[in-house]
């Protein structure tokens, strides 16, 4: 794959154009589902492998609607990009929710987010915003055409769920931008120069920013997770052998959440590399999902 492949490559499935959209897939289950679940995939994946991760949730009765977003959107910051990805999203959840809720069934369903590395975490943080405007909005006069009800309705049914993060969110410095470019592209003749490039880049942009006192992509990024109040519960999935997300900063990500007072679940391997913990450890790794979600379902019970 060439550096410009790479980053012309716009979604998992798309259609030709400047700019496609994400394509979002949407599994149903029989019946009324435990949750619909949002899994965001991390940049590069393919729906194959997207579609391991839904297959879990599926298995568990949930529904689910999984999509990725653009190597471009994620490794150019672009937000606008992220933006659209995040209310494709939610649309397509919303969806879903007015399909199975019936008017003589009261019980509301909770959506669960599955964000992968930060090509998920990425979305997320911009989703964080959205929900938050969408919130101090007046309900307008000729429906939904904006989304904003659809964005309502996705965060009253995240607070009843979860956020379930694996492998995410990476603190990005320049040594984690030089190891992500260069254990996505294949051919490591062009990984190398392309890694180096585009931490030189990233250094550059961080130095102009500080320059002028604004802060970089990756420390904007990061204080939006930190303090972001959409879902009060939720999971980390890790580990101390990946090279691209750093699990101290995880680990120090979840017990400043938890000061904040979120609830917090955390799942910590030893060897897996970054978005390889289902793969090495699929058996506890499945088994964790199912314990949030039982978790879940237990506090709506209360």
């Known amino acids: 794959m060439s550096l410009f492949r790479f980053f012309r490559s716009k979604s998992i499935t798309g259609t030709a154009g400047s700019r496609q959209a994400t394509s979002f897939i949407t599994q149903e289950v029989e019946g009324k589902p435990r949750a619909v679940v949002l899994v965001l995939g ?39 990009g992220q933006d659209s990805v995040a209310m494709d999203a939610v649309r397509n959840v919303s969806k879903v929710l007015h399909s199975i809720q019936s008017d003589n069934d009261k019980k509301e369903v ?24 969408a919130a ?18 996705f965060a009253e049914r995240l607070r009843l769920g979860y956020q379930i993060f694996d492998s995410a969110p990476g603190y990005m410095n320049v040594k984690s931008g030089y190891n992500v470019i260069r254990d996505l592209i ?22 102009a920013l500080d320059a002028i006192g604004k802060q ?13 109040r959409s879902c009060m519960r939720q999971a980390y999935i890790y580990s101390q052998g990946d090279k691209v997300c750093d699990s101290v900063k995880i680990e120090e990500m979840a017990m400043q959440r938890k000061d904040r007072g979120v609830h917090v679940m ?26 949030v979600l039982q978790d879940m379902e237990a506090r709506n019970n209360e």
Request: include cysteine.
């Open 266 to 291: 955390t799942k910590h391997f030893e060897d897996s590399k970054h978005v390889q913990h289902l793969r090495l450890h699929e058996t506890e790794y499945v088994e964790f999902v199912t314990a």
């Open 136 to 153: 101090k909005d007046k309900p307008k006069e000729g429906g939904n055409a904006d989304g904003t009800e659809d964005l309502r309705l």
């Open 110 to 133: 909770p959506v669960v987010m599955h964000i992968m590395s930060n090509g998920g975490a990425y979305v997320t943080a911009r989703l964080s915003l959205m929900l938050e405007a």
């Open 216 to 228: 970089s992509d990756g420390e904007e990024f990061w204080n939006l997770l930190l303090d972001d």
């Open 42 to 80: 991390f940049a590069g994946s393919k729906p194959r492998h997207v579609a391991k991760y839904a297959n879990i949730y599926n298995l568990n009765k949930c529904t689910t609607v999984a999509g990725t977003a653009s190597n471009y959107d994620v490794f150019a910051f672009d937000k606008a």
């Open 186 to 207: 294949p051919n490591k003749f062009i990984a190398i120069p392309a890694a180096v490039a585009f931490t030189t880049i990233s250094y550059l942009r961080k130095v």
